[in-house]
Each structure stands twice: as C-alpha cells, then as structure tokens.
C-alpha cells in the first residue's frame, strides 16, 4: 500500500460522510457552548449588577430626600 498526499483517498463514502458529520457536530456543539456560556457571564454580571437595588418586582425602600437649605 502506498502512502498518498490525500489520507481519505482510500475511505468508503460512508466513512468521508461519517468523518463530515462528526466534524461539523462537533463545530456547531462548540460553538452552542460558547454562545451558552457568554449568555450566562452576562446574566451573572445583570446579576451583580442589580443587587444594589434590590430584587425585580420588590420596591426597595429608600430613605426619603433631603432638602437642601
């Protein structure tokens, strides 16, 4: 058996589709994590961001203003 430039050369279809298919699931699988894990850092920093005023739906009660003289 010789050694050709293309590794695939000698593969069934089958096996060149199977190849395919798994390569390109593993791009979309990747790039869902991604998407998935930038989308929770931007929860939790939402999060973060609006401990200081309490929770959604929940009035925060605030000391009244001062007036200034």
Known sequence: MTMTANPDAGQSPIVLYSRALQAYTLQLWT???RKTEEEEQKRRSLV???KDSGPIG???KRPPPTAHS
């Open 48 to 50: 973060v961001a609006r």
């Open 31 to 33: 790039e869902t994590l």
């Open 58 to 60: 929940v009035k925060v």
